[in-house]
């Protein structure tokens, strides 16, 4: 049923540590590993070793540039899944019901064989999270490893979503939004968790973790402003070169 | 967005066939016996043409009938619903006309109302998405209804009404391009509001997250032939409004005259409907640098 629930009892989601994330990939592979072997059609690939490969993927990883105004710029990777948002657009356009949102944990799902491949939600969603299979021809998404975190066939360990098990810098956090108490709430709320566009009114439940400040680039040496320059002003040949040069017209500037 | 013929050739056809069937409804013309049997064969070739050509963009298509039952929040499960209705009600209309003389005056207004109201539906499928700040406007119902109204107008010969409709269509579009211009700027939504870094410096893109295309950029970062854009709106706009008009102006109007209109108007209205696609920028499209 597309009606999305008033609120759902728990809100599962994710922590993406912008401060911590080393832009290795390891989980947009992770997720294409179990996502292809478990929930759902496989993510398929389209020519895979031609020049021209192309892909279904649930996580990708961006890097941007961040030129503060003052000191050196800042690369910040930036990985990119489904934010399961409490008012997930994707979820009321679907005309067939095929994506929903679950009443008890909150995350957002594709009901693959009601899925006509309209495409509708991907146009709904504002962050990119949805990608039709172009082998199977019905709209993919992330589940938050659904098949994982309640599966007790698995060791405890295992049961969180794939890239976060796989995240090797501790980068991706997986927990329940819902309880205040939990480890995601406090540490978004420690670190000002932030939402993705939140013009867009999608009340993402997923929170990213801004980067720290850097340091600033230090004097290496404190007497080093003390010492005087080795040279002002170049001599003999290059002296007269550059007496000369400046001597020209339109020189110097 | 990318422009799929699929959804132009629906868009644009299904607009004409029920502006045909809101004019027929409105008994402007009212034919009967095989004159009434052209017109509204012809209305229901393209209504239902259009709709047949928006499943050839479907996944699975053999699961259409699935549209129905979300029409409590999708506005394309209400376009199925109000599509289907404004059918059955013109198909009854149009059987009075065609094989009993009769013109059933409430059933044609129903049937009037139903189809623009199935354009409007269809419009909201666009205008509702935030994420495509070019559409998430009123004008874009504004702009498929009178859209629909001018085309039916001229498809049914109603001259006095297609004029000043068609005029008015092209200054809507117009309008709209204006201010759709303006409108992703307007929303807001910049990389930096994406990223949320926009606070610590200017952010951009540096690395994409894979070196080839992929459904999102296939699908909503269609930016191949904006650099044409002018040139086909200019050629929208004399295709669709002022050479239509201009054909209806003559004094001499006949049926050929009339055809050559209406094909102009049809070229036209595909160009524009074109462009309202190629021209839409997906706020995803940010998170690649591009727009």
Known sequence: MTELPL????????????????????????????????????????????????????????????????????????????????????????????????????????????????????????????????????????????????????????????????????????GDFADPDSAVSILSAERGGMDLMPEMGTRPTNKYLPPRPRDQLQETDILAPYLAPVTDEPKGFLGWLDRTLSALPKGPL | MHPAPSVILFTTFSGLGFGMLFWLGLGMPAPTGLVAFVFFALAYALAVGGLIASTFHLGHPERALRAFTQWRTSWLSREAWASVATLMVMAAYGAGLVFAATRIAALGLIGAALAMATVAVTSMIYAQLRTVPRWHHWST???????????????????????????????????????????????GTTLATA??????????????????????????????????????????????????????????????????????????????????????EHVVGLYYGKR
Request: glycine share 10%.
């Open chain 1, 7 to 174: 609120s759902t009892e728990r809100r599962l989601g994710l922590v993406i540590d912008l401060d911590t994330c080393v832009g290795c990939h390891a989980c947009v592979v992770s997720c294409k590993g179990w996502n292809t072997e478990n929930y759902g059609a496989p993510l398929s690939d389209q020519s895979a070793y031609s020049g021209a490969g192309s892909g279904t993927f649930l996580n990708r990883v961006h890097s941007y540039e961040v030129q503060p105004d003052n000191g050196a710029a800042q690369l910040v990777h930036f990985p990119k899944s489904c934010l399961h948002c409490q008012d997930a657009p994707c979820v009321t356009v679907c005309p067939t019901g095929a994506s929903y949102k679950r009443a008890e944990d909150g995350i957002v799902l594709v009901n693959e064989s009601a899925c006509i491949g309209c495409g509708l939600c991907a146009w709904a969603c504002p962050y990119g999270a949805r990608e039709m299979d172009a082998a199977a021809k019905v709209m993919k998404k992330c589940t938050l490893c659904v098949d994982r975190i309640y599966n007790e066939n698995l060791p405890e360990v295992d049961r969180v979503p794939a890239c976060v098990r796989t995240c090797p810098a501790g980068a991706r956090h997986f």
């Open chain 2, 141 to 187: 119902p504004a702009l498929l209804v009178i859209y629909s109204l001018a085309g039916g107008a001229l498809m049914t010969g109603q001259v006095r009404y297609a004029m000043p409709l068609l005029v008015l269509a092209g200054l809507a579009q117009v309008s709209a391009w204006m201010s759709g211009d303006k409108r992703l700027a307007e929303s």
């Open chain 2, 195 to 280: 990223t949320g870094l926009g606070g610590r410096g200017a952010v951009r893109a540096f690395e994409p997250p894979h070196t080839g295309p992929n459904y999102l950029l296939r699908e909503m970062v269609h930016v191949v032939g904006r650099k044409h854009a002018n040139r086909l709106r200019l050629i929208g706009l004399v295709l669709g409004f002022a050479l239509p008009v201009l054909l209806l102006a003559l004094p001499f109007a006949g049926h050929w005259l009339a055809l050559a209109a209406v094909l102009s108007h049809i070229a036209g209205v595909l160009a524009t409907r074109w462009l309202f696609f190629a021209e839409a």
